[in-house]
C-alpha cells in the first residue's frame, strides 16, 4: 500500500526511538512520574479531573462536550470536579462505601459522568451496563456483582427484577420528573442539596475501580475487575497510540458499557487532558460525520463495524462534511479490513490505525503508533512495556509465521486482576506466565502481529463480544424449544452475525411467525445484538459424549466445510 501524503503528526517519537524505547522501556519509570509516586495513594477520579481542575490555566477548559438529538451540554473540568463531588456526597450519605459495586444503567449523558467519577472518589467499583440489556442481562450482572446501589431512569428501572436481588439496596433514579420517587433515591433532588466539595477517598493502586462483564464460551458472562494501577497504562496508550495532546478534541464512538467506553472514552483522554466528546442517540453516516466536523474533532477512535457501514454508505457523503481537522483515526474490536483502511485513505485522506486488547486487558497492547509503517490486516506491533509472542497449547514460543494461541507475558499495569468470585476462572488465562488471550494469530518477521480468529466460540457481532451459552440458555426457555446451538456465522459488514440451531418441542412445526417470535423472545429477554439474526430447525444438536454442543461442528455444516474430529460426538 502507498503512503499517505499528508502532514500527520508522527506523534512524540519516531521509529527509531521506539525501537529503543521498547528495548529500555520500564513501568516503574512512568510510575515515578506521577505525583502520587511516593505515597502511593491515588485516586484514577483526582488525576483525570480534579488535577485539571486545580490547574488555573485547565480548569475552564471543555472537559466533557455532549450532544444528542434532544441535549446539548458542555462541562468544563472544574464543573465535572464539582459535580462528581456532588454526587460523591450523595453516596456517602447513602453509606456507599470503599469497595461496594455500584453499577449504572442509563444512556450516555453528562449525570453519567459525574455519577462514574462520584463512584470513584469514594472508593466504590464502577459497573456500567449497556443500556440495550433487557432483564436477563441486568439481572445476571447484578447477581453475580452483589451490587449495593444502582444508578438508572425511570424507563430502564422496567428492566430492573429490583425484588429478586436482595443484595441491591439502593436505587437512584435520574431524571425522575413526574415520577412517584417514595422508593428511590431521586437524582437531580439529592444533587440540588449536595455540597460542592468532597474529600476523596485515596486508595491503594490495587484497590478496584472497575468491573466489566464480558462473555466466554461457557457459563454466564463473567466480572472482570480492573483496578487504579490501570491508570498508568491508559495514560502512556493515550499519548503514544491515541497521541493525544492537550489541545485535542477527541471523541471515542464506544459506549462505556464496553471497555472500550471506560478505558479510551473516560480514562486515557482525561488523564491526557483532553476535550472529550461524548455524543449519544443513533448511529447514521450524516450524525457521525456531522459530529467529527462541528465539534472540530482531531483525534477518533472507532470500530470497524461502523466503518464498514461509513464505506457502504459511500465516499460522497463524507465529502460534504468539513473533516479536514481530523488528524488521526484508530479501530479497535474486530479484524481490521484492509478495503477499509484503503478507502479511508481515499475518502478522508486518513489512515486507519488499527488496535488489538481486550476486556480482560484493560488497555491496548498492540497497536499501530502514529509513526509506524501501516501493514494493512496486521494488529501492529506490542506498545513499549508489552511482550506478545505466539505460543503453542504447552506455552512454547513459536517462529515467525506460525500460527498459535496469541499471547502476552503477565506484568503490564492495566492488567484485570480478578474474574469476579471465578479465581479458578482467572486461573484459566495463564500458561507459564503467559496471558493467552483466546485469538489465534501469527507474527510476521518484522514483529508485527495478524489476527486469524477466535479459539473458542465467542461470537463478535458487530465488534460486541456475544457467549453462545447466554444466547442458547434464552433460547431454550422459549416453550417451543427443545435444544439450542449457537455459532457466529461470517457476515461482510457486522463481522460475524448470531445463528442459531434449533430443535423443537413435541407438537410444534416450522413456521415463520414462530420463529420470528423466538428471535423476539430473545431480544426483549436478553438483549438485541444478543438476537440471533437466523434460526434454523435441525432434526439434533450435535454434542459430545459429556453433552457439550458441539459449535464446532455447527459451523462446519454451516459454512460446507471438513467436519474433522468427530470422535468424540455422541451416537
Ligand atoms: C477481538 C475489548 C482483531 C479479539 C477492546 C479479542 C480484535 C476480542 C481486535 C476482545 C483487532 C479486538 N483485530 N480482533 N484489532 N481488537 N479484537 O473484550 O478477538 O470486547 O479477543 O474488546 O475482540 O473483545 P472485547
Redesign the pocket.
Known amino acids: 500500500m502507498e503512503t499517505t501524503t499528508i502532514d500527520v503528526r508522527q506523534g512524540d517519537f519516531n521509529v527509531e526511538d521506539v525501537e529503543t524505547l521498547r528495548k529500555d522501556f520500564n513501568w516503574e519509570e512512568m510510575k515515578a512520574t506521577f505525583s502520587w509516586y511516593h505515597t502511593g495513594k491515588v485516586n484514577m477520579a483526582y488525576e483525570a479531573i480534579d488535577r485539571h481542575a486545580e490547574n488555573p490555566n485547565k480548569k475552564d477548559q471543555i472537559a466533557l462536550l455532549y450532544s444528542s438529538p434532544k441535549r446539548e451540554e458542555s462541562l468544563t473540568f472544574d464543573q465535572l470536579r464539582k459535580r462528581s463531588n456532588q454526587f460523591a456526597n450523595v453516596l456517602k450519605k447513602y453509606h456507599v462505601n470503599k469497595g461496594d459495586r455500584v453499577f449504572l444503567f442509563m444512556p450516555r449523558s453528562p449525570e453519567f459522568y459525574a455519577s462514574f467519577f462520584g463512584i470513584l472518589k469514594v472508593g466504590a467499583v464502577a459497573g456500567p451496563l449497556f443500556e440495550a440489556f433487557m432483564e436477563q442481562a441486568v439481572r445476571d450482572r447484578l447477581e453475580d456483582s452483589q451490587a449495593s446501589m444502582l444508578i438508572t431512569t425511570p424507563e430502564l428501572l422496567e428492566r430492573v427484577p429490583v425484588d429478586e436481588l436482595p443484595d441491591l439496596e439502593k436505587i437512584v433514579l435520574v431524571g425522575a420528573t413526574g415520577v412517584d420517587v417514595s422508593n428511590y433515591i431521586d437524582f437531580d433532588h439529592e444533587m440540588e442539596g449536595a455540597s460542592e466539595s468532597f474529600d476523596i477517598e485515596w486508595v491503594d493502586l490495587e484497590d478496584g475501580m472497575v468491573m466489566?462483564y464480558?462473555?466466554g464460551s461457557t457459563g454466564k458472562p463473567k466480572g472482570?475487575y480492573h483496578v487504579h494501577h490501570a491508570m498508568i497504562q491508559h495514560y502512556a496508550t493515550g499519548k503514544w497510540v491515541l497521541d493525544l495532546t492537550e489541545d485535542d478534541v477527541y471523541w471515542c464512538t464506544?459506549d462505556p458499557g464496553?471497555?472500550?467506553g471506560t478505558?479510551y472514552g473516560i480514562f486515557a483522554p482525561w488523564l491526557n487532558g483532553v476535550t472529550n466528546v461524548i455524543r449519544g442517540g443513533r448511529y447514521s453516516p450524516e450524525s457521525w460525520y456531522e459530529t467529527l466536523a462541528k465539534y472540530d474533532v482531531t483525534v477518533w477512535y472507532t470500530a470497524?463495524t461502523a466503518l464498514r457501514k461509513l464505506m457502504s454508505a459511500g465516499k460522497d457523503i463524507a465529502k460534504q462534511y468539513d473533516l479536514s481537522k481530523v488528524r488521526h483515526i484508530l479501530?479497535?474490536?474486530?479484524?481490521?479490513n484492509p478495503e477499509v483502511i484503503t478507502w479511508a485513505l481515499d475518502a478522508y485522506d486518513r489512515r486507519i490505525h488499527?488496535?488489538?486488547?481486550?476486556?480482560?486487558?484493560g488497555a491496548?497492547l498492540?497497536v499501530n503508533l502514529p509513526c509506524m509503517e501501516i501493514r494493512p490486516g496486521s494488529?501492529?506491533k506490542p506498545i513499549p512495556g508489552v511482550e506478545a509472542s505466539i505460543i503453542d497449547d504447552d506455552g512454547n514460543e513459536l517462529p515467525p509465521y506460525q500460527m498459535g494461541n496469541?499471547a502476552v507475558k503477565e506484568g503490564w499495569p492495566s492488567m484485570m486482576r480478578a474474574i469476579w468470585k471465578r479465581p479458578e476462572k482467572y486461573n484459566s488465562y495463564f500458561i507459564n506466565g503467559w496471558y493467552v488471550?483466546?485469538?489465534s494469530a501469527y507474527m510476521d518477521e518484522d514483529g508485527y502481529f495478524w489476527?486469524q480468529?477466535?479459539l473458542d466460540d465467542?461470537i463478535?457481532t458487530s465488534?460486541?463480544?456475544v457467549g453462545p451459552f447466554e444466547v442458547e440458555s434464552k433460547l431454550i426457555e422459549h416453550h417451543a424449544v427443545s435444544e439450542a446451538g449457537v455459532i457466529g456465522k461470517p457476515d461482510a459488514e457486522r463481522g460475524e452475525i448470531i445463528k442459531a440451531f434449533i430443535t423443537l418441542n413435541p407438537g410444534y412445526e416450522k413456521d415463520d411467525a414462530l420463529l420470528e417470535e423466538i428471535r423476539q423472545y430473545v431480544k426483549t429477554g436478553l438483549s438485541a445484538h444478543a438476537a440471533p439474526r437466523e434460526i434454523e430447525i435441525t432434526d439434533t444438536i450435535p454434542k459430545t459424549r459429556s453433552g457439550k454442543i458441539m459449535r464446532r461442528l455447527l459451523k462446519s455444516w454451516e459454512l460446507g466445510l471438513p467436519t474433522g474430529d468427530t470422535s468424540t460426538l455422541e451416537e
Open positions: 466489566h464480558t462473555s472482570v464506544a464496553w471497555v472500550t478505558s470497524p479501530s479497535v474490536g474486530e479484524p481490521l488499527d488496535t488489538w486488547w481486550m476486556t480482560e486487558t491496548m498492540i494488529m501492529g496469541l488471550s483466546g485469538d489476527f480468529g477466535r465467542v463478535n465488534g460486541e463480544r
